[in-house]
Every structure is written in C-alpha cells, then in structure tokens.
C-alpha cells in the first residue's frame, strides 16, 4: 500500500494507535504524550505491511513527541517493537527540563 502527501500523517498516526493491545483500556494521551508525525515539505511518502506491522516514511519526515523533534529522509517503523530507525541527515532534538536544546546529527539513528 503506498500512500503520498497528507495521508502520511494520517498513517502513520494510525499506525502508532495500533501500538496499544487494548484501546478502551487505554486512557486518551494528553496533548504533550500526542505523537505528531508530518512529511518535511508535503512529498513525503508512507507504506505500511500490516503483515509485518511495520511502517516506512520517506522523502522527508518529522516525528515531533513531548520536548523531542526526529528528522530524517527515511524512517522505519516496528509495531511490534516500538523501535524507529531513522536515515538519512538524521537530526534529533531535545530540550530538557531547564529549557537547554540538546541536537543530535548523524546519517542514522536507531530510537526506542
């Protein structure tokens, strides 16, 4: 299944609500614990293999979870897992508590 543009946030999303094994046993996320997941400039593309459970992202991706920011040209995701691996002018952002950034850059990452 390949999707383009806006249906990879949409998918994704979706993909990463599937995480849960019990969704009325799991309360809402508050908007801080909310996983945002957009394509870099609106080309980006998203397949997901509900087989595998796994999804992929490409052509530009940011993840953006509590006080941390993922960008990179390619993500993969593991349902199963919950493991990402990220590629490609990979950057990872993160401000603490004190209010200090922390930047990360590397051609791939992996992030649990």
């Known amino acids: 299944m390949k ?3 806006l249906g990879i946030a949409i998918l994704l999303t ?3 609500l ?3 094994q019990d969704p009325a046993a799991t309360p809402a996320a508050a908007p801080e614990e909310e996983i945002v997941i957009t394509a870099a400039d609106g080309q980006g593309e998203a397949e997901v293999d509900f087989a595998t459970g796994e999804a992929t992202a490409r052509n ?3 993840i953006r979870y509590r006080d941390t920011t993922l960008r990179a040209r390619r993500v993969r995701i ?3 897992t919950q493991n ?3 590629e490609g002018d ?3 952002e993160r401000r603490d508590e004190t209010g200090n ?3 990360w850059r590397g051609e791939s990452a992996r992030y649990n």
């Open 3 to 5: 999707f383009t543009s």
């Open 14 to 16: 979706a993909a990463s």
């Open 18 to 20: 599937a995480l849960a």
């Open 60 to 62: 530009g991706v940011i």
């Open 78 to 80: 593991d349902q199963a």
């Open 84 to 86: 990402l691996w990220a």
């Open 90 to 92: 990979v950057q990872i």
């Open 101 to 103: 950034v922390q930047l």
